[in-house]
Nanobody, 124 residues
Framework: QVQLVESGGGLVQAGDVLRLSCAAS????????MGWFRQAPGKEREFVAA????????YYTDSVKGRFTISRDNVKNTVYLQMNSLKPEDTAVYYC?????????????????WGQGTQVTVSS
């Protein structure tokens, strides 16, 4: 059974930085993809970023390009989301997720395992 544990959320001011971590356990993740999604109050969950575990290809939603960076540590089985120049509209619960393939990485319904989420609040 795959387990995902997120950490690193918090309350920050606009322009600040945060780094989210997602520690994965339960199996090896070759040919998997890991993604970050977020859900703000009253809004649908949206894709933020994804990375393929083996090749390290990265994908971002347009609103975070140039500000967020996704990376992974294959030894620690951990995925990171470095968030710079945070904006109030980045406020949401952030979830990491894992899927058993590297296709359709932007589609949340294709992911097989989800973490519990971590709150990110950006004040103006």
């Amino acid at each position: 059974q795959v387990q995902l544990v997120e950490s690193g959320g918090g309350l920050v001011q606009a322009g600040d930085v945060l780094r989210l971590s997602c520690a994965a356990s339960g199996r090896t993740f070759n040919n998997y993809a890991m993604g970050w999604f977020r859900q703000a109050p009253g809004k649908e969950r949206e894709f933020v970023a994804a990375i393929t575990w083996s090749g390290g290809s990265t994908y971002y939603t347009d609103s975070v390009k140039g500000r967020f960076t996704i990376s992974r540590d294959n030894v620690k089985n951990t995925v990171y989301l470095q968030m710079n120049s945070l904006k109030p509209e980045d406020t949401a619960v952030y979830y990491c997720a894992v899927k058993r393939s590297t296709s359709s990485v932007r589609v949340g319904s294709t992911y097989n395992y989800w973490g519990q989420g971590t709150q990110v609040t950006v004040s103006s």
